[in-house]
Antibody
Framework: QVQLEQSGAEVKKPGASVKVSCKASGYTFSNFGISWVRQAPGQGLEWMGWISGDNANTRSAQRLQGRLIMTTDTSASAAHMELRSLTSDDTAVYYC?????????????WGQGTLVTVSS | QSALTQPRSVSGSPGQSVTISCTGTSRDVGGYFYVSWFQQHPGKAPKLLIYGVSKRPSGVPDRFSASKSGSTASLTISGLQAGDEAEYYCCSYAGSYTLVFGGGTKLTVL
């Protein structure tokens, strides 16, 4: 069965970077992309970006461009999301989601989420 | 992009039907047939309910249905059950390979 297993919770200081990993299993990793979505405490979902499974294409939300780096490691069936220059506004649960590569919009399986806390 | 507009909350009694709206613009909901709906229970990851405006993934009961008219998409849940109590989010393609979510709607089953 399709599973996405994310790395554990992180606590970071303002200005630092955080890297969240997403290990996929149960499907051919390169045939799908990975989306990243975050959710601040008590808030709604925010789309961050998408990367193709073969690491060839990325798309990201304009407000995060320059701070968001998405990569994949096809040999390990894993995706990584790095967010730089953190502020308290980046405190959120970060999710990865398997996403189709044709429309890049169908997020059908999700990881369990990774809590990132930014605090001095 | 601005978030899609959803009602903050809706409610219904067991067995009844409720409809949640999701209003966007011609640059997102109105311009494409790429609207998805997600259900999220507290402390859990979102679950895909609907994609491509009205298609249900395998395993999603047909009590969940959806449609779109112009720039407004709608999710209807019929035969309400206690387990349907959750937050519901719409999501639309917004051009240039970007997506935008709605603000979320809390469904209360009375």
């Amino acid at each position: 069965q399709v599973q996405l297993e994310q790395s554990g919770a992180e606590v970071k200081k303002p200005g630092a970077s955080v890297k969240v990993s997403c290990k996929a299993s149960g499907y051919t990793f390169s045939n799908f992309g990975i989306s990243w979505v975050r959710q601040a405490p008590g808030q709604g979902l925010e789309w961050m970006g998408w990367i193709s499974g073969d690491n060839a294409n990325t798309r990201s939300a304009q407000r995060l461009q320059g701070r968001l780096i998405m990569t994949t490691d096809t040999s390990a069936s894993a995706a990584h999301m790095e967010l730089r220059s953190l502020t308290s506004d980046d405190t959120a649960v970060y999710y990865c989601a398997r996403t189709d590569t044709v429309t890049t919009v169908v997020m059908d399986f999700w990881g369990q989420g990774t809590l990132v806390t930014v605090s001095s | 992009q601005s978030a899609l507009t959803q009602p903050r909350s809706v409610s219904g009694s067991p067995g009844q039907s409720v409809t949640i709206s999701c209003t966007g613009t011609s640059r997102d909901v109105g311009g494409y047939f790429y609207v998805s709906w997600f259900q999220q229970h507290p402390g859990k990851a979102p679950k895909l309910l609907i994609y491509g405006v009205s298609k249900r993934p395998s395993g999603v009961p047909d009590r969940f249905s959806a449609s779109k008219s112009g720039s407004t998409a709608s999710l209807t849940i019929s035969g309400l059950q206690a387990g349907d109590e959750a937050e519901y989010y719409c999501c639309s393609y917004a051009g240039s390979y970007t997506l935008v979510f709605g603000g979320g709607t809390k469904l209360t089953v009375l």
